[in-house]
């Protein structure tokens, strides 16, 4: 335990607080003090325990508001956190969907590539088919013009 001299009131205090502590300790004296002696030069001197009372309701209707608006805010947190969750959550579908319908339109061009492949071997077989039709007429055609011109 550390020892620690403080002014209060134009006064001294020796007090005790955790090795570690004594700034801390000296800042929330000060802070005391001063608001003290604000209510003193206010309010006139009403007696030091009555100004000791009202700097001590002061200061918690102090921490009360700031309790409030720390709850506030932490509620506002949960309710932004909340619309977080339900932006990702509508993202992470979306996101999926799409994936979805990715994977249906690779099917398809997968299907379509499928068929023009399959169309492309059939009209090179038709081809190959016409050509030696042509070739056959052309040379049946050939034999009947070398008989007549013999």
Known sequence: ????????????YLLSC?????????????HLDSKYNTLK???????????????????VDDYFDLFKKVKDKKNDFEKLSIK???LKSLAINYKNEKEHEMEKL?????????TVEKNKNSYEEILD??????????????????TNIQ
């Open 18 to 30: 955790d090795d570690g502590q004594e700034e801390n300790l000296k800042e929330l004296a000060n």
């Open 129 to 146: 088919k016409t050509t030696k039709s042509i070739e056959k007429f052309i040379e049946n055609a050939g034999i009947d013009s070398e």
């Open 1 to 12: 335990m550390a020892n620690i001299n403080i002014k209060f009131n134009n006064k001294d």
């Open 106 to 114: 690779k099917e398809e061009m997968n299907k379509f590539e499928e």
């Open 41 to 59: 030069k206010d309010l006139g001197n009403l007696g030091e325990n009555k100004l000791l009372l009202i700097t001590a309701i002061q200061m």
């Open 84 to 86: 977080f969750n339900e």
